[in-house]
């Protein structure tokens, strides 16, 4: 998130103050955003904010109906683990697997 806004910041072709209070980690979207000339920060912010609200809650209607994952929060929560753990996207559903294997059992998940 903090990178994400500093990108926003940066951007001379956006207008608008930057908002005052930081979104919630892993709350943007991570995708690259096209943007118009005079477009507002804000605006843009608004646009990742509602593109990961998208697609979290697409997925999360999807998921198996047996993870040990209570809610969308800790959901966004393990996938953040999940990409910590590894940048590979080879690699994902196998890290993923493997802390899933751990909250089934009721295990920390030592990441």
């Known amino acids: 998130v903090e ?3 500093q990108r926003i910041a940066e951007q001379d072709a956006l207008s608008g103050d930057m908002p005052a209070a930081m979104p919630p ?11 118009t000339r005079g477009a507002t920060r804000q605006q843009m912010i608004d646009k ?9 809650d697409d ?3 999807r998921r ?7 809610n969308v ?7 953040s683990i999940v990409e910590k753990e590894t940048g590979r996207g080879d690699e994902r559903s196998r890290v993923a697997a ?10 920390r998940l030592q990441s």
């Open 73 to 79: 929060e800790d959901f966004v929560t393990l996938a």
């Open 59 to 61: 997925v999360w209607e």
């Open 25 to 35: 980690e892993g709350s943007l979207a991570t995708d690259t955003l096209r943007f």
């Open 48 to 56: 990742l904010l509602a593109d990961q609200k998208k697609l979290v």
């Open 98 to 107: 493997v802390f899933l294997n751990r909250l089934a059992k009721g295990m």
């Open 3 to 5: 990178q994400a806004l």
């Open 64 to 70: 198996a109906p047996d993870l040990p994952i209570a």
